[in-house]
């Protein structure tokens, strides 16, 4: 029974070692693709970001419905690089990496600068959730994603009709 428990305790051991660099492994991966993902925003580079997507990717915007498919997250991604609207800064941090089977869920936080027609560098931080899909040859690819501000847009808004009121 000794020799059953050492056995157990050794195997417990060498798992969650093995885990835990698999887990920095696609972190690593992930942070990588990230740095992709940064430069083809302020490159506009709408076909680079969305090679990084699964065909059967599910988006969920700020203040916007759900998103699924990849030809209706490229609509969307056009409608918005037709409207005028630039990345000027464009930062991903990834805080979290939880694994299970072939998806790895991405905690992070965001820090952005966007610029408009008519409209001053409007600088938003926030926090985003990416669901990536490991794929058979290894690469990931982004399966589920949702992000959302630290902003509350309705104080600011309050806060500027004092202001406006004084």
Same mark, same amino acid.
């Given at each position: 029974?000794?020799?059953?428990?050492?056995?157990?305790?050794?195997?417990?051991?060498?798992?969650?070692?093995?885990?835990?660099?698999?887990?920095? $492994?696609?972190?690593?991966?992930?942070?990588?693709?990230?740095?992709?993902?940064?430069? $083809?925003?302020? =490159?506009?580079?709408?076909?680079?970001?969305?090679?990084?997507?699964?065909?059967?990717?599910?988006?969920?915007?700020?203040?916007? !419905?759900?998103?699924?498919?990849?030809?209706?997250?490229?609509?969307? +991604?056009?409608?918005?690089?037709?409207?005028?609207?630039?990345?000027?800064?464009?930062?991903?941090?990834?805080?979290?990496?939880?694994?299970?089977?072939?998806? $790895?869920?991405? @905690?992070?936080?965001? =820090?952005?600068?966007?610029?408009? !027609?008519?409209? !001053?560098?409007?600088? =938003?931080?926030?926090?985003?959730?990416?669901?990536?899909?490991?794929?058979?040859?290894? +690469?990931?690819? @982004?399966?589920?994603?949702?992000?959302?501000? =630290?902003?509350? !847009?309705?104080?600011?808004?309050?806060?500027?009709?004092?202001?406006?009121?004084?």
């Amino acid at each position: 029974m000794k020799k059953f428990s050492g056995i157990l305790i050794v195997t417990l051991v060498f798992s969650t070692i093995l885990l835990a660099q698999d887990v920095e $492994a696609v972190k690593a991966k992930i942070e990588k693709m990230n740095k992709m993902y940064e430069k $083809a925003m302020l =490159d506009n580079d709408m076909e680079k970001m969305l090679s990084m997507y699964a065909d059967d990717i599910i988006s969920m915007p700020s203040y916007q !419905p759900t998103v699924k498919g990849i030809e209706k997250v490229r609509e969307l +991604s056009e409608a918005q690089m037709k409207s005028g609207w630039k990345t000027n800064k464009f930062v991903l941090t990834t805080t979290d990496v939880l694994m299970g089977g072939n998806l $790895a869920i991405e @905690v992070g936080n965001y =820090d952005m600068v966007m610029s408009g !027609p008519q409209m !001053p560098e409007w600088k =938003d931080n926030g926090k985003y959730l990416t669901v990536w899909e490991i794929q058979k040859d290894g +690469s990931l690819k @982004v399966k589920a994603e949702t992000w959302n501000t =630290d902003h509350n !847009p309705w104080q600011e808004m309050q806060q500027m009709n004092k202001e406006e009121k004084k």
